[in-house]
């Protein structure tokens, strides 16, 4: 379950913690002292500690910023008195997770736990892919701030290991083609190959012959023997991306080789076989395919093992910010500016645009803007020009789905602008810092995201 520490200098309070944990199965160190709280630290790691902020010696953010020194992933719940909530507000500010107002509900605390150790859990896979990803390829583009894309890398570090075929949808431009390669990355096929290929880019007797390899005179232009893709991929990992442009006719072949691992070059009578792990995608709606006729349904079933959807960029616009940093490091670099950022207004346009394109639009717009801005910081005129950034062509949503949406927005700008100073961004927002903390809770942003990396 986990190893969780308690600091409390209430000796009633702190073994009534220690049997409601213990008997919900999480092993569990008490204590009473702060130095006790530091040195049990330094001798184990803990999942999770609970520090009442008024203790003895010291406060309880002081001691929490201590233990973050010595555990600085583990997440701090903060206990406080109901005239204390300022105090447990400014802790989260400094660090902690939660906080939990005495005398609290033990249901309540046990799903702050759970709720911690799973986000401290998920943090942790997405930061050791990511963390593969840069070493390999410097992938530092996957943006996971949105609990979409959270909840896509957890899904891609829970199936990376097996041997399943993996079927990716998603619009243009969303990163199907990384998402594979991070499954790839993080398997156990990650020191064989992995080849890649564009269904759509070939027509059907080139990529018959991509795919399966031919032999020698098969065919006009066949001067030599190839090996097909398949073949090169042996022991490690093929990507077909755009699987739902494929003739019907290379569909059949390809079931077969998904069916037995095996398969006929063409012109050849010799039977190749082959272990690969196949990943697929498509940005079309191969269901729809299926029915009508375009698509074999067998085929589709074949693949569509584990699915994975890929958000649009006008689901997930938490990433923006993060993602036109990295677009903005790489750029300059690339065109050698030091660009410090864009202004709130050219943010703002950003923030507003549907993104049809997706990242690759959004990657497009920012190289734009560097390549033509004299200054090292983007302003509004150039980003998106002859664009209504304003008009939406999705259906009209329910009213309180729609002002969510907008409200979630206008927050996440707010705080890209005031670089995730809550102070800042309350008074602009005209509320006062506790009802601007709520609305940053309701809709699952953390100040701390959008401020700016040293």
Known sequence: MGNILVVDDDRNLLELLKIRLESAGYEVIAVLKEEDAIEGAKNQAFDLAIVDLQLLRQDGISLMEELHLILPEMPVLILTAYGSIENAVEAMKKGAYSYLTKPFDPQDLLFQIERALENRRLNMEIKRLKGLLEERYGFTNIVARSEKMKKVLEMVSHIAKTESTVYIHGESGTGKELIAKAIYLASERKHKSFVAINCAALPEPLLESKLFGHEKGAFT??????????????????????????????????????????????????????????????????????????????????????????????????????????????????????????????????????????????????????????????????????????????????????????????????????????????????????????????????????????
């Open 221 to 454: 232009g066949a001067i030599r023997s190839a090996k097909g893709l398949f073949a090169q991929a042996h022991g490690g990992t093929i990507f077909l991306d755009e699987i739902g442009d494929m003739s019907l006719a290379i569909q059949a072949k390809l079931l077969r080789v998904l069916q037995e691992r095996q398969f006929y070059p063409v012109g050849s009578e010799q039977l190749v076989e082959v272990d690969v792990r196949v990943i697929v995608a498509t940005n079309k709606n191969l269901e729809n395919q299926v029915k009508q006729g375009l698509f074999r349904e067998d085929l589709f079933y074949r693949i569509h093992v584990i699915p994975i959807h890929l958000p649009p960029l006008r689901d997930r616009k938490e990433d923006i910010p993060l993602l036109v940093e990295h677009f903005l490091e790489k750029f300059g670099q690339q065109m050698k500016k030091e660009m410090k950022g864009l202004t709130p207004m050219a943010m703002q346009r950003l923030m507003l645009h549907d993104w049809p394109g997706n990242v690759r639009e959004l990657e497009n717009t920012i190289e734009y803007a560097v390549a033509m801005t004299h200054q090292d910081t983007i302003a509004e005129n150039f980003i998106l020009q002859n664009k209504n950034v304003a008009i939406s062509e999705e259906p009209l949503k329910p009213l309180k789905e729609a002002k969510d949406s907008y409200e979630k927005t206008y927050l996440i700008h707010l705080l890209e602008t005031c670089g995730g100073n809550v102070s800042k961004a309350a008074k602009l927002a005209g509320k006062y810092r506790a009802d601007f903390y709520d609305l940053l809770k309701k809709h699952g942003l953390k100040s701390e995201d959008f401020k700016k990396s040293q």
